[in-house]
């Protein structure tokens, strides 16, 4: 377990550092133009995960060569969806903004789709070597991926668009080449064909909530970007990265916290949970004092020119995150009792709220510093939600949750 929260601690911070490290080098646009894309990659590779991870993360009582099948099976259907990944974040997001006038970096945006293909890759060769028992396989692909991050950030800062597009995607191909060598994928058909067809349940679901949440972050980024210009999209990833420790804490919570509370009575466990959203809440605060303190020079030197831009959305970024936090540490009630639909419900209203709320922020003409209001409402909304599902629901405990903590 150690190994694993290390290598997930080193993953998350590995792209926070590399949007960084891009950041510093890009002009406010060409980094919007980069933000709009990247919001497609991770859509990408959260159905990735929730999809073809989970078969793979559940593949532990598998022999080793039947691991390496399934896992040949998962890359298989990444490489078969590959035209539709490129096409889709290459060509056709770049076209959307130009019909309403807002100019992105076809290279860029090629850059990203690929991109997409070779982190989906190695991120199945994570979830395969953490299912072999193996986790010290998943850090050393990581560990590749925040190396070259490190260096990237040690490059000239006067890198042009170009360059620095194709340092990043060499880091992502070494780590994807790392996680795939040492895991030896053996190529299977019937592995890929078996992935499709036993579809359904706690994959169906996964990705659901996954198409839900990343797919509202990529239509918000693109609204901003067609509305209030490439630059804005910018700013939110801005925004988003400087409260990127916040992030890493929230995606530890299933890993660090649901196993510790499954087997607690209903009044320990929300007491737990309280005292966990309090300690977040705590370190949030204290970050985001830090950030809306820090010296212009030292914000430029983080975020380049995309600094003043992120420096003027953090504070209400940082209220719609602590709500957010909220919401997750809710969830942890919900997945212990095994409801989902106040979950996927919760995404839904959300992304219809910041959707709606956006474009009408744009039809008012609106400056894009209120843009987080409108994440913010969906946010409460989806608070409202999980809090109505844990005062409805029963009291029931799932029996595969309860033997997964005991193990």
């Not at 959260?46 to 989970?54: H, I």
């Not at 399934?70 to 298989?76: D, E, F, I, S």
């Not at 995607?169 to 064909?193: D, K």
């Amino acid at each position: 377990m150690s190994t694993t929260l290390v290598d997930q601690a080193a993953s998350s911070g590995a792209n926070l550092l590399m949007v960084v490290a891009v950041a510093q080098r890009l002009a406010p646009d060409a980094f919007g133009a980069f933000a709009i894309a990247y919001a497609g990659l991770v859509l990408v590779l959260a159905c990735c995960r929730a999809w073809l991870g989970l078969p793979l993360a559940l593949s532990t009582s598998a022999d080793a060569t039947e691991r390496r099948r399934l896992l040949g099976g998962a890359c298989l259907l990444v490489l078969a969806a590959a035209p539709l990944i490129v096409g889709g974040i290459g060509f056709a997001l770049p076209g959307v903004l130009a019909l309403v006038g807002t100019t992105t970096s076809a290279s860029t945006a090629l850059a990203v789709a690929v991109a997409a293909l070779l982190a989906c890759l190695q991120d199945l060769a994570r979830y395969a070597a953490v299912a072999d028992d193996r986790p010290g396989r998943a850090l050393a692909s990581d560990l590749v991926w925040l190396v070259g991050v490190a260096l990237l950030l040690a490059a000239p800062v006067a890198l042009d668009e170009r360059q620095v597009m194709l340092a990043w995607f060499a880091v992502i191909a070494a780590s994807a080449a790392t996680g795939l060598v040492l895991t030896r994928p053996i190529l299977s058909l019937r592995h890929a064909s078996a992935l499709v067809e036993r579809g359904g349940g706690a994959r169906g679901g996964s990705t659901i909530v996954a198409l839900l949440a990343s797919g509202t972050a990529l239509a918000l980024s693109t609204l901003v970007g067609a509305a209030f210009g490439a630059a804005a999209s910018g700013s939110l990833l801005g925004a988003g990265t400087l409260l990127g420790p916040v992030n890493l804490l929230l995606a530890l919570l299933d890993l660090a916290v649901l196993g510790r509370i499954v087997g607690l009575p209903p009044p320990r466990r929300r007491h737990v949970l309280v005292r966990v959203l309090a300690a977040l809440w705590v370190v949030q605060l204290a970050w985001t004092l830090v950030l809306v303190a820090l010296p212009s020079a030292v914000g430029e030197a983080v975020l380049g020119a995309t600094w003043p831009g992120a420096h003027a959305l953090v504070a209400l970024v940082s209220v719609e995150y602590a709500v957010a936090a909220a919401v997750a540490v809710v969830s942890l009630d919900l997945k212990v009792r095994d409801v989902g639909g106040a979950m996927v419900l919760a995404r839904v209203a959300a992304g219809v709220v910041v959707l709606g709320g956006t474009a009408m922020l744009a039809a008012l003409a609106a400056p894009v510093v209120a843009v987080p209001l409108a994440m913010l409402a969906g946010t409460v909304a989806a608070l409202a939600i999980v809090l109505a599902g844990v005062v409805r629901a029963p009291e029931r405990l799932h029996r595969r949750t309860i033997a997964r903590a005991a193990s």
